[in-house]
């Protein structure tokens, strides 16, 4: 066996060159250690967020402004070509609200962005924003995007613009792996602004103690996969991020462990995220931010799918979210230490068009109460679902506090397994919640339930109304096609899917789930490693938990070249 590379004191590893890839040995042989206000940047600038690019324009847009439209007609195409990124915004919709608890998402928020000044901030009237890949530049007036094209329909009486900027592109296929690094509480450590096909992957982060750990800034279709990210013992702070996506399209952040982040993965104003069976792990006492989190304003149409959490939440910060999925997630809403806060799913005034679907619910030792909501108003924190508030539940309802009835009427709650609802016999609490009989609790749907206080199939929403007879057979996944190679472990193998109503467990089950949950690779990895008497992992190794053993390991790579400053 070779012997350890030895740690290494980086002030700043700065690279702005497409096809880059700064590689180790791996997590438990190549060590760096951050200096002071130092990060790793794979992309546009020199600091943690990069630096704005220039060549910044705007065109109007006219045409191919349906969903799924790929060939868009514009007033110009001057300035975009062949494999550029660009934004397609409009003026916001009716569910887009950049105003919020902590005041408006306007310039220094970093919210979509703001056409009139050619600025990538001050989105208090284009809040939410999707980045698509030109794949032809057609004539003067047409350009062709990649598939899936726009992802809703766009209004012609809210101005449709394409925004984009050239001077310089987004780099391209960079990557950061198989290493630790010890982040030294700076902020945006591992940073990849304006970066698109990006990756982190196999790489421990130490000393997370500050913002942004692994961040992603305007990219389109990066990924973070097999980390693990170590935050500190302490109370935490607000602005303690794990893996930070502000304003990035179609990222992926799949199969990670994050132990004792404030706020672990945090999407702001992104679209068409995918986070995946990550694991997180808190033991901060008192924290009231979710475990995954919407941020800023406008997130949206996003797959947060099979991870094992305490809290998922959709906060009303400094904007709102719309058109969200959670999807066979375990939210139990009781992290270790904590004695407040200790809600399963936050849903704030302003999150409209939610789908919960499937879903592992609730702590049988903690939750007795279905549901705070200004109808059914809670004193203690033993209940599952905080939805429509304007901060919290425990705030009330006031003139400062208003209430936004829609959070609710447009949330979609469907064939969850949570530790209050009645099973189908009546006879015990801890069953599956399907509720079609708007709450007269006398149908056959929910006749047995008595939390199904109204009916929770959002088919009365306005605008994006739900199905009225949802029906009760679920996909496995909304995004993988079958079990993939890592989630064979050397732990055990959970079955696939690992978590849901229709989940049977029988082994390396998470418990106080009523054997509707597996323990996901992820979870099995963290368990199962050397971990200090804090819990953090003390020799984290992907390669160590995740897919078959027999595997080969990738060759090494030749005529490496990296510039550090």
Not at 130 to 150: F, N, R, Y
Not at 241 to 269: C, D, H, R, W
Not at 400 to 412: I, R
């Amino acid at each position: 066996m070779s012997p350890p590379v030895p740690t290494l004191g980086l002030a700043r590893f700065f690279c702005n060159k497409s096809n880059v890839v700064l590689r180790g040995a791996g997590p438990q042989q190549t060590f760096i250690t951050l200096g002071n206000g130092a990060n790793i940047l794979m992309g546009n600038g020199t600091g943690g967020q990069g630096s704005y690019p220039t060549g910044v324009g705007k065109t109007n847009w006219t045409g191919g402004l349906t969903k799924g439209s790929t060939v868009l007609t514009v007033a110009s195409t001057s300035g975009m070509s062949v494999g550029q990124t660009v934004i397609v915004t409009q003026k916001n919709a009716a569910y887009v609200f950049p105003d919020a608890v902590e005041g408006t998402c306007v310039s220094g928020n970093s919210c979509g962005v703001n056409p009139g000044a050619n600025s990538f901030v001050g989105a208090e009237d284009h809040a939410q924003i999707e980045i698509v890949l030109i794949h032809s530049v057609d004539s003067a007036t047409q350009l062709t995007i990649e598939t899936p094209g726009v992802s809703h329909d766009f209004s012609s009486g809210l101005s449709p613009i394409v925004f984009f900027w050239n001077s310089p592109k987004n780099f391209q296929y960079m990557g950061i792996e198989s290493m630790t690094v010890n982040v030294n509480g700076n902020d945006h450590a591992l940073s990849l602004p304006f970066c698109d096909y990006c990756w982190v992957k196999n790489v421990a982060v130490t000393n997370a103690t500050d913002r942004g750990d692994i961040f992603f800034y305007f990219g389109y279709r990066d990924e973070a996969e097999d980390n693990y990210i170590g935050g500190d013992s302490s109370v935490g702070h607000p602005t303690q991020y794990g893996f930070e996506l502000l304003e990035t399209t179609f990222a992926k952040i799949q199969n990670n462990i994050v132990v004792n982040e404030t706020s672990p993965v945090m999407t702001e104003g992104s679209y068409g995220t995918v986070l995946g069976y990550n694991y997180v792990l808190r033991n901060i006492r008192d924290n009231q931010f979710a475990a995954l989190n919407t941020h800023l304003s406008h997130a949206h149409s996003q797959l947060w799918e099979g991870n094992v959490v305490g809290t998922i939440g959709y906060d009303n910060s400094w904007g709102s979210a719309s058109h969200m999925t959670a999807f066979r997630n375990v939210a139990h809403g009781h992290d270790p230490n904590a004695i407040n806060y200790r809600v399963a799913i936050k849903i704030n005034g302003h999150n409209q068009y939610v789908n919960v679907v499937g879903n592992v619910i609730g702590d049988p030792t903690l939750h007795t109460q279905y549901v705070c909501d200004s109808a059914h108003m809670q004193s203690a924190d033993n209940f599952e679902y905080d939805i429509g508030f304007w901060d919290a539940c425990d705030h009330g309802v006031d003139g400062a506090n208003p209430y936004d009835p829609v959070a609710g009427s447009s949330l979609m709650r469907w064939a969850n397994w949570d530790a209050v609802t009645f099973n189908a016999s009546g006879t015990s609490r801890h069953g599956t919640h399907y509720c079609t009989g708007g709450g007269s609790g006398v149908t056959a749907a929910d006749a047995y339930n008595a939390n199904c206080l109204a009916s929770e199939t959002a088919n009365s929403a306005p605008t994006f109304p739900g199905l009225a007879n949802p029906g009760t057979t679920l996909p496995a996944s909304f995004y993988l096609l079958g079990r993939p190679a890592w989630f064979v472990t050397p732990f055990g193998t959970p079955a696939f899917p690992p978590i849901g109503p229709d989940v049977a467990c029988t082994t390396n089950c998470i418990a106080n789930a009523g054997s509707h949950a597996a323990k996901i690779p992820a979870q099995l990895c963290y368990e199962n490693s050397a971990k200090n008497s804090a819990g953090f992992l003390t020799a984290f190794d992907a390669k160590a938990c995740y897919g078959s053993p027999t595997s080969p390991a990738p060759a090494p790579p030749t005529g490496v070249k990296a510039v550090v400053r």
